[in-house]
């Protein structure tokens, strides 16, 4: 059974930091690509960041503008998304999305509030 399960939400005020965790089982961590995306209320869900297998290729959305960092730890499949500098506009729930031979996976979600 695949699961996706994703921590380190929570409430923090602008300019502060976050990092999200998501743990993967029930597939092979390892030669999947990793991907964080976020959903606020109205709007579609987005990309926000995405990591290939080995960490070839990592890829920001424009908006993230050198604030998060994503990685990998396949040794605990587990991949990892390093927030800083966030603002309100950063508000939404965390999704991490798992892509392995075709095949596409999704956590439950975690919410991060940006607010003072």
């Known amino acids: 059974q695949v699961q996706l399960v994703e921590s380190g939400g929570g409430l923090v005020q602008p300019g502060g930091s976050l990092r999200l965790s998501c743990a993967a089982s029930?597939?092979?961590?390892?030669?999947?690509?990793m991907n964080w995306y976020r959903q606020t209320p109205g709007w579609e869900r987005e990309m926000v960041a995405g990591?290939?297998?080995?960490?070839?290729?990592?890829n920001y959305s424009d908006f993230v503008d050198g604030r998060f960092t994503i990685s990998r730890d396949d040794a605990r499949n587990t991949v990892y998304l390093q927030m800083n500098s966030l603002q309100p506009g950063d508000t939404a729930v965390y999704y991490c999305?798992?892509?392995?031979?075709?095949?596409?996976?999704w956590g439950q979600g975690t919410q991060v509030t940006v607010s003072s």
């Open positions: 999305n798992a892509n392995e031979l075709g095949r596409t996976y």
């Open positions: 029930g597939f092979t961590f390892s030669t999947a690509t």
């Open positions: 990591i290939t297998r080995g960490g070839t290729i990592i």
